[in-house]
DNA sequence: ATAATATATCAATATATCTCGATGCATGAA
DNA sequence: TTCATGCATCGAGATATATTGATATATTAT
């Protein structure tokens, strides 16, 4: 129950939609990257990262200072589904533009 | 967009979960059988039933002064796996009470 | 050690959602 | 018409969630 709703939770908000569609077509992003791309600030970006995370939709991979997030692996079926159901979604989803210093 | 917010919204609450599982178990019934088995009040289910029907997972059949409320078909696919990822969930569901004076 | 960069968390405020009680509307019985 | 019943909707208060700006932590370079 819980965790059921923290999963639709999670994508009942269009910035985590966003996020996280811009991640699964991205595969492997860190926040100065979406921070650039969306031009959002980055306390905001990080805890809708957080949300995304808990509700077992993303991994975190830590490199030195940066954190790359990715879409799980594996994916469970009901969390599949709602990522299809999201890629059918018309949003603007901004290009990839390298966020950060180390370009 | 705004339909998946809606849908997702819809689930996101763990009284309308309930109910949505009450109705899928029970195939149709009306408000008052609800406020009977569930104990809640009239107004806050009606409000409920409303959110559901609207993001697409009831359908309402009128026969005099009551509404009998029943799961939408034919229902689309992300709806159903919602359905039954719910059908998974473990909570208490009440037994059916008829609720109304024309039992 | 100091400074810069990347990320996470906190507190305050704004916004959305839920619940309740009251009210309105429609149907059907008396 | 008058009343009771079933359902829907509204306003107010309570609770939850989102956003921002400030601050904290961690890593790396100098």
Redesign the pocket.
């Known amino acids: 129950m819980d965790i059921f709703?923290k999963t639709v939770?999670a994508v009942?908000?269009?910035?985590?939609l966003r996020i996280l569609r811009f991640i699964d077509l991205n595969k492997e992003v860190?926040?100065?990257?979406i921070?650039n791309a969306f031009d959002?600030?980055?306390?905001?970006?990080?805890?809708?990262?957080?949300?995304l995370k808990e509700a077992g939709f993303l991994s975190?991979n830590?490199?030195?200072?940066?954190?790359?997030y990715s879409i799980r692996t594996p994916l469970d079926k009901f969390r599949q589904n709602i990522l299809e159901e999201i890629s059918f979604l018309e949003f603007n989803i901004p290009e990839f533009k390298q966020?950060?210093?180390?370009g």
Chains 1, 2 share one sequence.
């Open positions: 709703l939770g009942n908000d269009e910035t985590r860190c926040v100065c990257d921070e959002m600030i980055q306390s905001r970006i990080s805890r809708h990262l957080k949300i975190v830590r490199k030195g200072r940066w954190a790359y966020g950060c210093k180390n």
